[in-house]
């Protein structure tokens, strides 16, 4: 089962209102392992970088001002994604944004049926905890010491490990039942020699030695019951 994580970093926060993505990160998971397969691109918005956006992510003007048009690296960008799930934390603001700019390409925009949101799981998850990257990060032991500033392929790849542990581990991506080790030689056992059970018989002398016995006993146990 092929997966795509991904994130993006963006000029603000309303692609309506004129924002755009500035970088995108994606990771590629095939049964929930990572493959080592990244897509990752900064783009030139076309716009100013507003102070608060850029104290997020570290992206400035001058940093984007080489770096092409996100139509330039579109097909890339689709090659990579395929058709299978993309994973996302807090998802409908990553799609909304690439389907934003997918639109202004002319291009197909995804369905959101291939959505799958992470913050969801985690609510569902763990109710009444912090759903953020870096809570859930310190959650599931995951290193996040490199995240000094927001990055779309740094917070895909910690989101990718975030994701396996909300869906419960790496258990799928083991393969344990398709490797089964042949032998070479089978290895028999002997079973242990059992002695037979002795056979203990009292001889007449002890049965009448026991029988004397008895006659010497006043009120014995065996009879008070009896007696009741």
């Given amino acids: 089962m092929r997966e795509i994580v991904f994130d993006t970093e963006t000029t603000g926060l309303s692609f309506s209102g004129g924002d755009r993505i ?11 392992v990572e493959t080592g397969r990244v897509f990752h691109a900064y783009f030139n918005p076309g716009r100013p970088m507003p102070a608060e956006a850029q104290a997020v992510h570290g992206l400035s003007d001058a940093f984007l001002a080489d770096k092409p048009a996100f139509h330039a690296g579109i097909e890339e960008l689709l090659e990579f994604l395929g058709d299978c799930p993309l994973i996302a934390h807090n998802a409908s603001f990553d799609f909304g944004f690439l389907n934003g700019e997918l639109g202004l390409c002319k291009r197909p925009v995804i ?9 969801l799981i985690a609510r569902s998850r763990h109710p009444g905890a912090k759903h953020t990257l870096d809570a859930l990060c310190v959650r599931f032991g995951i290193d996040r010491s490199r995240r000094v500033l927001h990055g779309a392929l740094l917070d895909a790849q910690l989101l990718s490990q975030v994701y396996v542990e ?5 258990q ?6 398709s490797v089964v080790p042949q032998m070479e030689e089978a290895i028999v056992i002997a079973a ?23 006659e010497t006993v006043k009120q014995p146990l065996w009879h008070a019951g009896a007696a009741d």
């Fill in 166 to 170: 909300l869906m419960g581990g790496r």
């Fill in 22 to 32: 500035v970088e995108i990160g994606c990771v590629e998971l095939f049964n929930r």
């Fill in 172 to 177: 799928i991506g083991l393969g344990l039942a």
């Fill in 192 to 214: 242990p020699k059992v002695r037979p059970p002795r056979v203990f018989a009292a001889s007449d002398a002890e049965l009448a030695a026991h029988a004397a016995f008895l």
């Fill in 111 to 119: 369905a959101m049926e291939r959505m799958v949101d992470t913050l």
